[in-house]
């Protein structure tokens, strides 16, 4: 097996850490393709932390997403709405060469409860997502206290 050469690994190392760089202080704008409506039948599963032991409840809702041109989300799930969400870039073109990351992550707040036994109110929460042919996959996280939960974690929603 032939030795990689140390200036040969320098000069990839650069390469890589520059096209991180270059791609985190580029403008990104909304590709022209995602703004709209999207929806479909969600499984949500919600965890409570109950003195260190966890109690997971879950139910079937509707989810509906309407991402604009300027990257503002609003829409629900089941009975909860998102506020204050935004979709931004999630991965450059050296990161989707290699499958690191989804391409796109919306963060925000989803207020309300998704179904009945949800008793968690306000839940902050990040989706990253790629789309594809007119369909959203990815997942939805809870996030708490530096820890996430996918509440959905088979997200797919098709354009409508």
Partial sequence: MKEVQPVTRFLFTLLLISS???SACSE????????????????VIIRYDRGGQ???????????????????????VGGAT???????????????????????????ILKGNTF???????????????????????SLFLMTKGDSFPIISALKLKRM
Avoid at 56 to 75: E, H, P, Q, S, T
Avoid at 118 to 134: A, E, H, M, R, Y
């Fill in 116 to 138: 009945d036994k949800d008793s968690l109110v306000n839940k902050d929460i990040s989706i990253p997502f790629n789309n594809s042919n007119g369909e959203l996959k990815g």
């Fill in 20 to 22: 991180f760089i270059l």
């Fill in 28 to 43: 990104w704008a909304i590709p022209a393709d995602l703004p709209g409506t999207y929806a479909g039948k969600q499984r």
């Fill in 82 to 108: 998102f506020e204050s969400c935004k979709v931004t870039q999630n991965r450059g073109w050296i990161e989707r060469q290699f499958g690191i990351k989804t391409d796109f992550m919306i963060k925000g």
């Fill in 54 to 76: 966890y109690i997971f409840r879950d139910d079937y809702v509707l989810m509906n997403l309407f991402i604009d041109a300027k990257g503002n989300v609003c829409g629900t």
